[in-house]
Every structure is written in C-alpha cells, then in structure tokens.
C-alpha cells in the first residue's frame, strides 16, 4: 500500500447531531480544543500526511452556534483552512441546516462563517460536455484572512547609492562581447521551456 496517498478527513459535528457528554460540561465550549487536540488535532504534525476536515455542520443557534464557532476558531488559529462543511442543499435535516435557504438565496450567517475560516476558497468551473467536460480549478486556497487593503500604496525602495564621480576613478570600459552562435541560442532557449501559473485542469471525476 502506497501511504503517502493517504488522505485524514475527520468529520466533527456538535450537540445538534450527538449531545456527547463533554458539551454539557460547565467549561462548554472552552473545554472542546483540548478534546479535539487529543481526537485528531496531531495528525498533521505527526504524520506529514494531507489532512481535510471531512465534514462539520449544525444550525446557527442555542449550543450548536457556540460550537460552531469554537470550531472555526480553532481551524484559524491552527491554520486548518480545507474543510467541507455540510450542507449545500436547502432544507435537509434540520440539525445540519444547508449553506443554502433555497437554490437562490444563501444562508448569509453560514457564509460569514465559513469566510472566517476560509476568506479565499479555491473555485471551480466546468468547461465542455460529456467526455470532453473539464474541472477548472482556480485559486490556491491562501490561509491569510489579512490582505493588505486596496488603497494601501506599495512602498518604493530607496534608489541604490551612487558613487561621488568626483573623488573615485571612471571604471574601464567593459570589454566587447561577441554574440552566441545561433545553434547555441536555440538550445538555451529549448532547454528553459516558459513556466507559467494558474488555473489546475482535472479531468472529470467518473
């Protein structure tokens, strides 16, 4: 078995799905990140392996919302930014509410939410049909959630010092360069092919 494929993906849920016996500790929800620290909070660090919260979810109320946000935090302040948060769909079981009221209107307190863990998703589109359908990944999931603000300008550095021509000597003048041969140019250039960044292409899942 080839176990650098390996991929952890617990999933967490709170009150709303199991009211385990610590959510009704007097130190609820403070007691929860040495919980999760235990659970499955050093795999990452203990296994060098790929790690993905799998699932979480709950309404946005009572002690589900106070475990909802104990959780969020602890992602941010762990840099745990993939995750799948359950549901998409409008109106599934009422104890995992969907990130959609219905197919046009979006659960805006769940959006703030997940922007609080994740403020720069990786996006996606599907381009073609059928066989030929390609999935279009675009962005790389950055964990910062503080970008420099828009009308912040981007320091100018310093010009580098100049030499006093008045008490230092001209430098001689470089020698003359002879050009390379056309074959050699031809080979540099074959041999340092244009490296460009963006969008990940997959193919379709089956």
Not at 17 to 43: M, N, R
Not at 58 to 68: D, F, K, M, Q
Not at 91 to 118: A, E, F
Request: glycine content about 6%; overall charge negative.
């Amino acid at each position: 078995h080839d176990n650098t494929r390996i991929v952890y993906a617990p999933h967490q849920y709170g009150p709303s799905v199991y009211d385990q016996t610590y959510f009704k500790s007097a130190e609820f929800p403070e007691c929860l990140p040495p919980i999760w620290d235990a659970h499955w909070g050093s795999v990452r660090a203990s296994t060098g392996r790929a790690f993905v919260v799998g699932e979480w979810g709950g309404p946005i109320t009572g002690r589900t919302e106070l475990w909802l946000n104990k959780f969020a935090t602890y992602m941010i302040e762990n840099d745990i930014r993939d995750n799948f948060h359950w549901a998409l769909n409008p109106n599934p079981r009422s104890d995992t509410p969907g990130v959609l009221l219905d197919w046009s209107h979006y659960n805006n307190p769940k959006m703030d939410l997940l922007h609080r863990v994740q403020p720069n998703p990786t996006k996606f589109t599907v381009q073609g049909e059928g066989a030929n359908a390609q999935v279009c990944f675009e962005g790389d999931g950055s964990s910062s959630s503080n970008p420099p603000p828009a009308d912040v300008p981007t320091p100018t550095p310093p010009p580098p010092s100049q030499p006093d021509s008045s008490s230092s000597p001209s430098p001689p003048p470089p020698p003359p360069s002879s050009a390379a041969p056309p074959d050699q140019s031809s080979s540099a250039n074959n041999n340092n092919p244009t490296t460009t960044t963006g969008s990940i292409v997959a193919p379709p899942t089956e």
